[in-house]
């Protein structure tokens, strides 16, 4: 038997918070009456929300890939870009893959963001001060790097390297990255099409999970009392390559399958279910993450709607909500 969450999310309704008026390129699959929205971005102007976070006040953070920029949506509503970090012109081409801003997170009044800039002196991970302002890369990375999730744990940032199966650690505070951890399972899998393997990566209690979005598989690193990588095991294998992923505080992860349009639920033992699916919902769903204050049983959804990517031109946040709150790691 599953946890009555998943009851939740079959029988849930979407939150309703206008973020003005949408553009008709935008309009369409978010704007129908029953899946309501949280914010709708503009496709003509390459707004790609790919990653996500929440603080504890309500709001909610986005990083449009594309643009470089950083969106707030605050809790009535109120959308505004906060940021823009260098990664230079759109679809531009560098270091084996295009430029752009990737995986987003938050931690003590800061953001954390991936910038796979062109320019090697302005790629790497960059702190948005949320409370002083300004914008400060404290991280490079190496060139042939490609950063794409990111999560926070203690005073350290881990970013999975989606092009050579390597997970990277650097200090809140800046200063030298280094490599945490190493393994085959992160790499892509042979023949693959796309070069996409490691992306998405969350804590869970003393474990890190990260996406493999070539091989389908979750594999979870143990995390020794030094917080080093200790060993691995392939959590689960969806058939849906999983982008990137938010637990709820029963260990249950749902995970985004961009470009396919479905939430798959991956339960504590390994057993996986699609939990939402269809065009009417979801377009290219990137990222997700659970409120942090009033509206921790509210599950937030990037659909990117990543112009090279079959989808709707409807790149928008969605909201779920769920008898399970998300979980808080330390």
Not at 24 to 52: F, H, K, N, R, W
Not at 118 to 147: Q, T, Y
Not at 255 to 261: D, E, H, I, K, L
Request: aromatic share 10%; glycine share 8%.
């Amino acid at each position: 038997m599953r946890p009555q969450n998943l009851v939740a999310f079959l029988s849930s309704t979407l939150i309703l918070a206008a973020a003005g008026s949408p553009s008709p390129a935008a309009a369409g699959a978010c704007t129908d009456p029953e899946p309501q929205m949280v914010a709708l971005y503009d496709a003509q102007a390459l707004q790609v929300p790919e990653s996500i976070a929440t603080d504890k006040k309500g709001n909610i953070y986005v990083s449009l890939a594309l643009t470089g920029q950083i969106s707030r949506i605050s809790p009535n509503g109120t959308t505004e870009i906060i940021a823009t970090l260098p990664i230079g012109a759109p679809f531009e081409s560098c270091f084996g893959f295009i430029a752009g801003q990737t995986g987003l997170t938050y931690a003590k009044d800061n953001l954390y963001v991936n910038v796979n800039s062109c320019d090697a002196e302005m790629r790497g991970i960059w702190r948005v001060s949320l409370k002083k302002g300004g914008n400060h890369k404290i991280a490079s990375l190496p060139p042939e790097v490609f950063a794409n999730g990111i999560a926070h744990r203690d005073d350290y940032l881990y970013v999975s390297d989606s092009f050579s199966g390597t997970i990277f650690r650097a200090s809140v505070d800046g200063g030298e990255t280094e490599i945490w951890a190493e393994d085959p399972l992160l790499e892509a899998a042979p023949g693959s099409p796309s070069p996409i393997a490691a992306n998405g990566v969350q804590f869970f209690e003393d474990e890190l999970y990260v996406a493999n979005s070539s091989t389908g598989d979750i594999i979870a690193f143990e995390i020794d009392d030094d917080d080093e990588a200790g060993d691995t095991r392939i959590h689960a294998t969806l058939d849906t390559p999983c982008d990137d992923f938010a637990f709820d505080d029963a260990g249950t992860m749902y995970c985004g399958t961009n470009p396919v349009n479905s939430i798959v639920a991956i339960y504590p033992d390994g057993d996986t279910e699609v939990v939402l699916s269809g065009d009417d919902y979801l377009d290219g769903p990137s990222s997700l993450a659970f409120g942090r204050g009033k509206d921790k049983h509210t599950l937030y959804v990037n659909n990117a709607s990543f112009p090279f990517y079959p989808n709707h031109a409807e790149p928008c946040v969605i909201s779920l909500q769920s008898d399970v709150k998300g979980y808080k790691d330390r």
